[in-house]
Structures are given as structure tokens and as C-alpha cells.
């Protein structure tokens, strides 16, 4: 079966620091990009951060620069998520999706996505 599952939300006090982890199934992860997004309550979607499977090829927006990182293990199929200096704003459910094609690492449009995890909720809050 083909899919993505996130897993690692949770909750989290206000600075602090948590690692979402992105794995895939039924397909080749090293192959592909992969984008994470967040919804928070009645916002609409946004992009944090992109990784292509080209080596160094990374994007992130600008909620998420110096705070988050994203990174991958191919020998794993997983991609991760560590955000850090967390605050109430941060609170969403966060996505991942695989990318279409990797020369679009660069936008969060979704129909550049083809694939979708189910969400897992990260709460900032003391």
C-alpha cells in the first residue's frame, strides 16, 4: 500500500522542541521529495518546509527558517521534521505529501503533491 504516516506530535510547552517523523510505504522515498504543511483551527494549509531527493535541495518558509529543520533517511524511507523554539502559533496538525517532481522543491502549491499523510497534531502550550 502506498502511503505516508506521520508520527511524533504531541504536546509541548512554549520553547520547546519536538521531531515529527514522516515514513513511507509501498514506494521508493529516496526517489521522491517530500513537503511538510500545518493546518492550525480555521486557518487554511500552509507549507513549513521542503526536501527534494537531490542532495542540498531544501526550502523552507519563512514561519519555519532557523527554527526548523527537515531532513531525510533513505536507508529508513522517512523523512523528519525537527522544529524547535516552539510557541502557541505552531499549533496544527502537521502534513506531510510527496512531491510530484523534485524541480518544484520550492512551492507548497498542492498540486505539486500527489500523496498525503493523515496529519499529526502538535500543541504548544504550557
Known amino acids: 500500500q502506498v502511503r505516508l504516516v506521520e508520527s511524533g506530535g504531541g504536546l509541548v510547552q512554549p520553547g520547546g522542541s519536538l521531531t515529527l517523523s514522516c515514513e513511507a510505504s509501498?514506494?521508493?522515498?529516496?526517489?521522491?521529495?517530500i513537503g511538510w504543511f500545518r493546518q492550525a483551527p480555521g486557518k487554511e494549509r500552509e507549507g513549513v518546509a521542503t526536501?527534494?531527493?537531490?542532495?542540498?535541495?531544501?526550502y523552507y518558509s519563512n514561519s519555519a527558517k532557523g527554527r526548523f529543520t527537515v531532513s531525510r533517511d533513505n536507508a529508513k524511507n522517512t523523512v523528519y521534521l525537527h522544529m524547535s523554539d516552539l510557541n502557541p502559533e505552531d499549533t496544527a496538525v502537521y502534513y506531510c505529501a510527496r512531491l510530484r517532481d523534485s524541480r518544484w522543491y520550492k512551492y507548497f502549491a498542492s498540486r505539486h503533491y500527489d500523496l498525503w499523510g493523515q496529519g499529526t497534531q502538535v500543541t504548544v502550550s504550557s
Open positions: 509501498g514506494f521508493i522515498l529516496r526517489d521522491y521529495g
Open positions: 526536501i527534494s531527493w537531490v542532495e542540498g535541495n531544501i
